[in-house]
């Protein structure tokens, strides 16, 4: 994506408790690789680049963090440096739906209110006869919350790029309307490369081609 001239890296992260598919939702992204086989030990990452209809590409930094209780010292420092956070939780698991709330607290608690966006993901939507958490309701909660919401499923590929997209594209129209900007210090969002200006030629330019 070129805003201003620069080709920007985004970095997100997946949070939701452990089981809830959050490495399954990342890997059939990147690779197209059907799921997990281990729990995520701390935090993994992952990346993609992106090809939006309008504009020039951009990169996807994904992190993905371990749902278990005892890596949250670890994961917690991550959530500083994102500009974006999937909040998943499974259809099939009440509690990984009531837990939500205190997710997106850790984060807002980290980052402050309005320096993330957030997707709310109820994953595993295959499994409908075994569903406990309505659509309706998880509607309720991402509104409450002022996020979107999607239903995803790595089994019967529903909703996976899709979920990528709808973030990708809030974050991008946040940076444009400048409810999001671009800090120094700060690794949500990165310019990876920027344009030279045809007026200072023979110039020293910016940080180099593009990495993606
Ligand atoms: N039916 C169904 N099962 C899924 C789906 N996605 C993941 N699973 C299964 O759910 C289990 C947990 O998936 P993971 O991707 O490891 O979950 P996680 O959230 O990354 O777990 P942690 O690493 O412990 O935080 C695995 O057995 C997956 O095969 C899905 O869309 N449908």
Redesign the pocket.
């Known amino acids: 994506m070129e805003l201003g001239g620069c080709c920007y890296q985004f970095r997100i992260a997946l949070l939701?408790d452990?089981?809830?598919?959050?490495?399954?939702?990342l890997r059939r992204y990147v690779s197209g690789a059907p799921?997990?086989a281990e729990?995520?030990v701390g935090v993994e990452f992952y990346s993609r680049a992106l090809q939006p209809p309008a504009g020039p590409r951009v990169k996807l930094q994904l992190w993905?963090t371990?749902?278990?209780e005892r890596f949250r010292c670890i994961t917690r420092s991550f959530y500083r440096n994102v500009v974006g956070v999937m909040l998943?939780f499974d259809v099939t698991n009440r509690a990984s739906f009531e837990h939500i709330r205190d997710w997106h607290q850790e984060v807002v608690s980290t980052q402050g209110p309005d320096k993330v966006i957030f997707l709310l993901v109820g994953?595993?939507c295959?499994?409908q006869s075994a569903r406990c958490v309505s659509t309706q309701e998880a509607e309720e909660l991402a509104m409450s919350l002022g996020m979107a919401f999607m239903e995803?499923?790595?089994?019967s590929k529903c909703n996976v790029d899709q979920a990528f997209d709808t973030i990708t594209s809030a974050i991008q129209q946040a940076l444009k309307q400048g409810d999001i900007k671009l800090e120094e210090d700060w690794g949500g969002i990165r310019c990876l490369y920027r344009a030279p200006n045809p007026r200072s030629y023979g110039r020293k330019q910016g940080p180099g081609p593009c990495q993606c």
């Open positions: 939701g452990s089981t809830v598919g959050k490495t399954s939702l799921g997990a729990a995520t993905d371990a749902g278990h998943v994953h595993k295959d499994l995803t499923s790595v089994k």
